[in-house]
């Protein structure tokens, strides 16, 4: 596997390597001991998906508050995501950034984000399905978010927005929530 660092500190893109043969290919998705070398969660409580039918659906930017902060894994199993990593944490080094990579079915790319950070997409093609792995248990009272188009972090996403929750347009800006 290769772990390439992102512009936020803890971040990462997955690259799992492919072993190709007259077969196909494999490639490892996970290894907790690659994942411990590093400092990176090796403990996954719960997986989800989405399926987001329409192309350019914002999903984010999402986190939970202490002491339900979780990181969390993505890969894109269809279509394709943007992937948004936006760093809340006021003592990091790169606290106010963000960070993206692209997400497809076929580069197998994994996008780790460590606690502490926010977390969204945006699907660049119809019927994106994401899935991802998470270190604490869903807390409906530690559920928190930062609207997408916030001046602290100034994403520069890749297209204006289609589709949005109501729950995403109403997070606020950071410096108020």
Known sequence: MRFIPMEVDGAWIIEPERLEDERGWFARAFCSAE???RGLETRW?????????????LRGLHYQMPPHEEAKLVRCLRGRLWDVVADLRPGSPTFGRWAAAELT????????IPKGCAHGFL????????????????????????RWDDPL???????EP????????????????
């Open 35 to 37: 994942f411990e070398a």
């Open 45 to 57: 409580v719960q997986a989800n998906m989405s399926l987001s039918r329409s192309a350019y659906t």
């Open 105 to 112: 079915p076929a580069n197998l790319r994994w996008v780790y």
């Open 123 to 146: 699907t660049l093609e119809e019927n994106s399905e994401a899935f991802y792995l998470v270190s604490c248990a869903y807390a409906p009272q530690a559920e928190a978010g930062v």
């Open 153 to 159: 972090f100034s994403i520069r996403w890749p297209a």
């Open 162 to 177: 289609r589709v949005l929750s109501a729950k995403d347009l109403s997070w606020p800006r950071f410096q108020s929530a």
